[in-house]
Nanobody, 122 residues
């Protein structure tokens, strides 16, 4: 089991950038695909982005494509989510999770962090 800890959330104004981090407890994070998801109150968990084990392939939801960038530093066991142009409706609890496959389906992800809260004021 991989223990993940998200950080970097906070309160920003609409249009501001924010960078989230996902730190792992294991040195073998490079073996895993990492995905970012978000969930707002009374809404379903939503796929945001994913990155393969080597960082050479990324995928994004249509709603964030061009504004968000997922990256990883396997030497630091950390995956990042750079978010630019944040919108008020993107306020949510943001989670990272591990998977063996590059997929947008949350059920395919095994280990989850507890999330970091992002609040966007208009």
């Amino acid at each position: 089991q991989v223990h993940l800890v998200e950080s970097g959330g906070g309160l920003v104004q609409a249009g501001d950038p924010l960078r989230l981090s996902c730190a792992a407890s294991v040195r073998s994070l490079c073996s895993y695909i990492i995905g970012w998801f978000r969930q707002a109150p009374v809404r379903q968990r939503e796929f945001v982005a994913a990155i393969n084990d080597t960082g050479t392939h990324t995928t994004y939801s249509d709603s964030v494509k061009g504004r968000f960038t997922i990256s990883r530093d396997n030497a630091k066991n950390t995956v990042y989510l750079q978010m630019n142009g944040l919108k008020p409706e993107e306020a949510a609890l943001y989670y990272c999770a591990t998977s063996r496959w590059t997929t947008r389906t949350s059920a395919a992800y095994d280990d989850w962090g507890r999330g970091t809260q992002v609040t966007v004021s208009s």
